[in-house]
């Protein structure tokens, strides 16, 4: 922001008052310092609103195309930075009318009829959010790609499945890195639905009750890309739903990425051995030469607070707020701002930890097994002989302590073992004690047989495509 300078200041209010604002309101009321990254869509707004001005007979012909030619030289000057705001703007709408007052002297007060900055700033930030949710599920399709790539790398690969953080029976490494698309998905999916809710426009409520000057809000609706007009223009002004929706969405998307990042902390850590991360996104200590850390994952793991903490704020701001706009409303921006630049920065770097990192592919697979992950299969083949499955898994149960007792894996036991554990432990048991086995077992739907999980593979590819499609579209 510049030094304001000794001209006086813009205000877009103040005919009835005989003093101006104290200092410490001033500083409490003022929002340029963050609501100035929607001026290119306050711009495009005005300029919809000037054509509305037009055909209501307000402008002439000539004064909409200096007012149109104003606002695009403003709107250069704010991209090349030659306009910015000052410290005595209150807001960017201030802050523009400025710019477009010193372009065109007294035609540039004529734009302020029949709108309000009350449905300006609720159709600034629907634009900015619409614009900036087609960036973010850019940034989520390619995390969705780059965890399909490393599940096609290693489609045959199996490691150990977890409940309670302990081994409970083997997977496809490629089955669980799908289960993270699956909710990166349906969060691309989440922020096309919002967009079909926010794709409605409330400029022309004016202040709260709409406009006595003669033109259609459902045509500045259609020249912003808006799907429909609202039909209250006392919602218009006052419903911020589209802001706290999103702030969901993207807290969600926080908490699958803490999600994701926690279990590459995991994966790469010296007792896992899972996988190396590729060293543009690792960190190193500065006291232990030795140290290769997880950073990026930690960090998308940390940043999950600060979204859900935005989302927090917003709701608590708009609970119990009376009908229409109220100051309070200001307080929408910042969180959806921190919202929009914190996906940005960590859905990228995640993407590309995800897409470098190297398995350990013979070391996973060897630990498929352990911790007697196929005692579940041992149990179920007895089923399928007969026994009922409180007595298999009673006698599994003995088989699995008689192994730890004698340190070995249930898959080396031998026959007359077996049978002196049970005698319904014949040793064509031993036929379903192989990984492959047991993965092979689960073929029915949703399962991580190698045939359902290749299925859910191009399915999930083709959905990917869907939202980076959608996303530029
Ligand atoms: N800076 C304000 C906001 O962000 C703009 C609307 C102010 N409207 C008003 N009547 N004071 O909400």
Same mark, same amino acid.
């Given at each position: 922001m510049t030094e304001a300078g000794s001209a006086p200041p813009t205000r877009l209010w103040g005919g009835r008052f005989e003093s101006g604002p104290a200092d410490a309101l001033a500083r409490l009321s003022v929002?340029?310092?963050?609501?100035?990254? !929607?001026a290119p869509y306050d711009l495009l707004a005005s300029r919809a609103h000037t054509r509305a001005l037009f055909g209501a007979g307000l402008l002439t /012909? @000539? /004064?909409?195309? =200096?007012?149109?030619?104003? !606002?695009?030289?403003?709107?250069?000057a704010c991209r090349d930075g030659s306009f910015r705001p000052t410290a005595a703007d209150e807001d960017v709408h201030t802050a523009l009318e400025r710019g477009l007052l010193e372009r065109l002297g007294a035609l540039g007060g004529k734009l302020r009829a029949g709108r309000s900055r009350n449905d300006q700033v609720a159709t600034d930030l629907r634009l900015y959010l619409r614009d900036h949710v087609r960036m973010i599920v850019s940034r989520l399709a390619e995390l969705e790609t780059a965890l399909l790539g490393q599940a096609e790398r290693h489609a045959d690969v199996a490691v150990p499945g977890f409940t309670h953080l302990q081994h409970a029976q083997p997977v496809l490494f490629s089955h669980q890195l799908l289960a993270h698309v699956h909710a990166f998905a349906r969060d691309a999916d989440r922020l096309r639905d919002w967009d079909k809710r926010a794709a409605i426009s409330p400029l022309g409520a004016g202040a709260l009750a709409g406009s006595s000057l003669p033109f259609d809000p459902r045509e500045l609706a259609k *020249?912003? &890309?808006?799907?429909s007009a609202t039909t209250n223009s006392m919602?218009?002004?006052s419903d911020r739903d589209f802001a706290a929706e999103f702030c969901f969405a993207a807290a969600l %998307? &926080?908490?699958? !990425? =803490?999600r994701l990042g926690e279990e590459i902390v995991l994966w790469s850590s010296q007792e896992f051995g899972w996988i190396e %991360?590729?060293? @543009?996104? @690792? $960190? &190193?200590? =500065? %006291?232990?030469?030795?140290?290769k850390n997880p950073d990026v994952a930690e960090l998308a793991r940390g940043k999950a607070g600060r979204l859900i903490?935005? !989302? $927090?704020g917003l709701l608590t701001t708009l609970k119990g707020l009376p009908l229409t706009y109220n100051r309070d409303l200001q307080e929408d921006k910042e969180p959806v701002f921190d919202a929009v630049d914190t996906l940005l920065l960590v859905l990228p770097a995640v993407a590309g930890l995800i897409s470098t990192f190297r398995l350990h592919a013979e070391r996973v697979s060897a630990s498929a097994s352990a911790g007697f992950t196929l005692a579940t299969d041992l149990a179920e083949y007895l089923v399928q002989r007969g026994v009922p499955f409180r007595e298999a898994h009673e006698i599994v149960g003995h088989l699995v302590v008689w192994c730890q007792v004698h340190d070995v894996e249930l898959e080396d036991v031998d026959d007359d073992d077996l049978q002196r554990v049970s005698p319904h432990l014949t040793p064509d048991v031993r036929q379903v004690l192989t990984v492959r086995g047991a993965l092979e077992a689960r073929? /029915?739907?949703?399962? $991580?047989?190698?045939?359902?999980? @290749? /299925? *859910?593979?191009?399915?999930?590819?083709?959905?990917a495509d869907q939202h980076a499609a959608w996303a530029t579209s």
């Open positions: 929002s340029v310092q963050f609501d100035w990254r !929607l /012909e @000539a /004064e909409r195309d =200096s007012m149109l030619g104003a !606002l695009d030289d403003l709107d250069q *020249q912003l &890309g808006f799907a919602d218009a002004v %998307i &926080g908490v699958h !990425l =803490s %991360i590729d060293d @543009a996104y @690792a $960190t &190193g200590s =500065s %006291i232990m030469p030795q140290k903490g935005g !989302l $927090t073929k /029915e739907h949703g399962g $991580t047989a190698p045939a359902r999980v @290749a /299925e *859910q593979l191009a399915a999930l590819h083709a959905l």
